[in-house]
């Protein structure tokens, strides 16, 4: 929202002061050219009449110059006074007897007067004023329309894509509520509301993904319940025929081995499907990941005390800080290295490193690793690696990716170069 709040506030700023500033250098440059023209009248009309003011000089009969002047058509009526009839300061009055023409306005008329000095009159030459510069102009309203046209251009072209991408945005939320979870927006470097498709698409897949785990749930339960269940209910029968109390103990032991296995699974059920829930409560803190990756390894090394077990790790950053809840990564960092001990033959490498933006925790064994056509499956829940049936029930690996996907961060598997065994690479953003 914010490239969509910057982007219309300069929109706005730039199309006003923008369209504003070219507006009026156009109207300043007519307002100028009308300006000039009305100059070039005004120095005309000064020109006719210094003309005919000295023709009027080498007239005896003056006023019948000016009578037929008047009964002509003409946009310029002419006059004679005398200049006793037309009162001026002393110093106008001797600019004018010395041959310098004076120009008056009034409400409606331009008039130049001209002084005669055979006759000590004053010749005058007057046209209205809207025939130099015309009082019904408009050339305002004009520039005024200019100016809100093209600001409505303008933001036309600032909203036309912004548009385009909600009605795609449209399209595609319908489409995905009709029950197509592939619905992804393509989400351009320019587009306004580039965050707003970042988190319908980040939507639409946590939901894609609660959808097939649903369904793996589905068919997993399915299945691990149903074996024990049939263990148990083998036992039952068993136990109906059975008089002898030592198989009757032993029967029993599996009937109850078999409930705490049914139990555990149902909490783990449980656990994972909390998983999203109990994360919209995470507080996430500046995580010193090496402190933290030092402390899981001293506490597994404890548990496995009696095993033979070699875990080596190699930090060349000393500190490396990330944005992220504690508790959860220290489940992460856990889980693969409790994964890494049961699955590999006494030897764990863990590495903290920094790529880019990107703190990178990789913790490889030296066991049999996995095939790489099982690299993704791996990750999803019930799904459990070769030969490894009886080893949890497949939710380590899909927790681990669920917690680093709440934190904008990636889980992926690969073959391990040093270790030969299989890899763990989990990333983390820095903060």
């Known amino acids: 929202m914010r490239v969509l709040t910057y982007s219309l506030i300069l929109m706005a700023i730039s199309a006003t002061f923008g ?3 070219l507006v009026d250098i156009a109207y300043e440059q007519y307002h100028t050219e009308q300006q000039t023209r009305d100059v070039d009248k005004l120095k005309l009309m000064e020109q006719l009449g210094n003309g005919v003011a000295s023709s009027l000089e080498q007239i005896s009969n003056k006023t019948a110059f000016i009578e037929h002047w008047q009964q002509s058509d003409n946009e310029y009526q002419v006059g ?3 200049i006793t009839e037309l009162p001026l300061p002393a110093g106008l009055l001797g600019q004018l007897q010395q041959g310098e023409p004076l120009l008056l306005e009034s409400a409606e008329y331009l008039t130049f007067h001209y002084f005669l000095a055979s006759t000590e009159q004053i010749f005058t030459l007057k ?3 809207e025939n130099i510069a015309p009082t019904e102009d408009n050339t305002n309203y004009l520039f005024t329309l200019l100016f809100y046209a093209a600001l409505t251009v303008l933001m036309l072209l600032w909203v036309y894509p912004l548009i385009i991408r909600l009605i795609r945005l449209r399209k595609a939320a319908k489409s995905f509520g009709e029950g197509d979870l592939t619905q992804r927006i ?4 320019t587009s306004y509301i580039r965050e707003i498709e970042h ?3 980040h939507m639409a897949q946590r939901i894609d993904d609660l959808v097939t785990d649903v369904k793996l749930l589905g068919s997993a339960v399915s299945h691990d319940l149903r074996t024990p269940l049939a263990r148990i209910q083998f036992g039952i029968d068993t136990l109906r025929e059975e008089d002898k109390p030592e198989t009757r103990r032993i029967y029993e032991q599996k009937i109850s081995d078999n409930v705490a296995e049914m139990t555990a699974l149902v909490e783990t059920l449980l656990r994972y499907a909390r998983l999203d829930q109990n994360m919209l409560s995470m507080e996430k803190k500046a995580l010193d990941l090496d ?5 899981c390894i001293s506490n597994v090394q404890q548990e496995n005390v009696e095993k033979s077990l070699e875990i080596r790790y190699e930090n060349p950053l000393e500190t490396l800080y990330v944005l992220a809840d504690a508790s959860y990564i220290r489940m992460v960092v856990n889980n693969l290295l409790h994964n890494a001990i049961a699955y590999g033959n006494g030897i764990v490498c863990v590495k903290l490193t920094k790529q880019d933006k990107m703190a990178t925790i990789s913790i490889s064994d030296n066991g049999d690793g996995i095939d790489e056509s099982l690299h993704t499956d791996l990750l999803k829940p019930f799904v459990r690696g070769p030969n490894n049936s009886n080893k949890g029930h497949g939710f380590g690996l899909a927790i681990v990716k669920r917690i680093l996907d709440w934190h904008n961060g990636s889980i992926k598997l690969c073959k391990s170069s040093e270790l030969s ?3 763990f690479i989990a990333e983390l953003p820095i903060s």
Not at 291 to 295: G, M
């Open 19 to 21: 369209v504003g500033w």
């Open 80 to 82: 004679l006074i005398d």
């Open 127 to 129: 046209t209205p004023i």
């Open 186 to 189: 393509e989400v351009s470097a």
């Open 199 to 201: 988190e319908f698409n």
């Open 291 to 295: 402190e933290l990756i030092t402390n």
């Open 421 to 423: 065994g299989a890899k």
